[in-house]
């Protein structure tokens, strides 16, 4: 019954992910994230690529499929270093090779930084 129920909450999850993929563009990026756990437990993380509704990162750190992370990305805006804060859910962390691949879902997203975010992705879409 356990399983069953893991099974459907797994198809839901990929369902979920294939909407979203339909639903936002994903704009390509190189840098380091880091991701947070709770007081003082974190791990950076290379950044694949970013949407408006999540990243996808690899790492060589297993990261559980619906851990609830805090994100802190620093991004590149109008000639500006600026950083974003969010939460976000593990959706998927695969192994491939000697690494993870790794899907966050941003579930909380300040005003603040949904706008530096918009503005990011925005300069992306025009080449800046």
């Known amino acids: 019954m356990l399983e069953d129920r893991r099974k459907k909450e797994e198809d839901k999850e990929e369902d979920r992910r294939k909407f979203q993929r339909r639903r936002f563009s994903r704009f390509k990026i190189d840098q380091m994230i880091n ?7 974190y791990v950076q993380v290379a950044g694949v690529n970013i949407s408006q509704g999540g990243l996808f990162c690899k790492s060589r750190e297993y990261v559980e499929p ?12 109008d000639d500006e270093n600026q950083e974003i804060r969010c939460e976000g859910i593990v959706l998927r962390s695969v192994k491939q090779n000697d690494e993870f691949s790794i899907g966050i879902s941003f579930t909380d997203m300040g005003e603040e930084d949904r706008k530096k975010l918009n503005a990011f992705i925005l300069e992306l879409e025009r080449g800046l």
């Open 35 to 41: 991701l947070s756990f709770g007081k003082e437990s």
């Open 66 to 77: 619906y851990t609830k992370v805090y994100i802190m990305v620093g991004l590149r805006i």
